[in-house]
């Protein structure tokens, strides 16, 4: 069973469209909706505040910023606003490299250290929401050890790190308050990386239990098994083509498989790798069916330690349906303290 369900939405839509799902979320009792900030679509600072000035007690995660196209003291700063118009408990702040989209953008420094800087940036950034000052020399941004901010954060707000290879994952353990994994999570992956947080946590003398384990989890539910099945196709073969190789090294899938989807990517787009994605890449890297489907495969989520899925990108092929089906049929399944 997991500590609660929520939806990750996009920054591609209008904000309005964004907003009324998060409002909508709120009203149907889901726990959280992660916002990202993916290219150059939407300020994902925008969006929270316009969610948590509207809603009344979902929670909003920044599902990530990174440290390098913002000073990690203007994310402070950004924190500890947001934190102010609903509260600290609202708020989970998530941080982390985004290295393939500041590279596809042209935004990465000769020299940049993606790993050292985000960290440096969590250190800093957890520090100065405490209310104090950073209290060491960053190597990766200009910031004096003396540096805080101007006014007190209202309380304690948790930051959580986008992590994916197992050094930032190790990080987690050691810095963070939890973590966000990415897109087309699996099962094996999920487990994989709990044992890397593990070791983080264990190196710095702290309890990985009291660490947020959410993540994307690729979801599509329909009355029709085929039909929602069908629907996570291109996301799955886009993001196969993409993905960093630990994530499908670790996920148990075929590897072949695979191959196929990102040859055909390569040579035809996603639509071309949509058309190879075999039935076993789905069950792998998706919960794709039927709302008892769904239930069923979300189960080794939980089993493997996912504290938090948050049900992400495609919903459904009715999203409408698929939503509602989502709150009042999958989450009292899945939850352990169902009623909001």
């Known amino acids: 069973m997991f500590s609660g369900l929520g939806l990750s939405l996009s920054n591609e839509d209008h904000l309005g469209v964004t907003l009324a799902l998060a409002q909508r979320a709120d009203r149907l009792g889901f726990d959280e909706v992660s916002i990202p900030e993916s290219r150059q679509h939407r300020s994902v600072f925008a969006a929270a505040a316009a969610i948590l000035a509207t809603t009344s007690r979902i929670r ?3 599902g990530i910023a990174n440290p390098l196209t913002r000073h990690p003291a203007v994310l402070a700063m950004e924190a ?18 985004a290295e393939w989209t500041m590279k ?17 940036a969590t250190r800093a950034i957890k520090r100065l929401l405490a209310g104090d000052d950073i209290g060491f020399e960053p190597t990766t941004f200009a910031a004096p050890p003396t540096c805080r901010l101007d006014f007190t954060p209202a309380g304690p707000i948790a930051v959580d790190l986008g992590a994916v290879n197992g050094r930032m994952l190790e990080a987690v353990g050691e810095h963070a308050d939890g973590v ?3 897109a087309i999570t699996s099962v094996g992956y999920t487990r994989w990386a709990l044992a890397h947080i593990a070791a983080g946590a264990a190196r710095a003398g702290r309890d990985p239990s009291l660490l947020l384990v959410s993540a994307n989890v690729l979801t599509s539910v329909d009355r029709d098994r085929r039909a929602a099945r069908l629907a996570v196709r291109e996301v799955l073969a886009y993001y196969l083509w993409r993905v960093e190789g630990v994530v499908v090294d670790e996920s148990g899938a075929d590897l072949e498989a695979v191959a196929a989807v ?5 040579d035809g787009g996603v639509a071309a790798g949509a058309a190879v994605v075999a039935d076993s890449l789905i069950d792998s890297f998706a ?34 349906w698929a939503i509602e089906a ?6 009292p399944a899945v939850v352990t303290l169902v009623p909001r």
């Open 104 to 120: 596809a953008l042209g935004y990465a420094p000769d020299g940049w250290l993606p790993f050292t800087h985000t960290v440096e």
């Open 287 to 320: 919960v794709a069916g039927t709302v008892e489907d769904v239930v069923a495969q979300l189960a080794p989520f939980a089993a493997a330690g996912l504290a938090l899925p948050l049900a992400w990108y495609t919903f459904g092929p009715d999203p409408e």
């Open 60 to 62: 909003v995660r920044i």
């Open 80 to 97: 500890a606003t947001l934190a102010e118009i609903a509260g600290p408990s609202r708020l989970r702040f998530g941080l982390g490299a």
């Open 326 to 331: 989502l709150a009042g049929d999958v989450r």
């Open 262 to 266: 990102r040859r055909a990517v390569a």
């Open 180 to 182: 966000q994994l990415g």
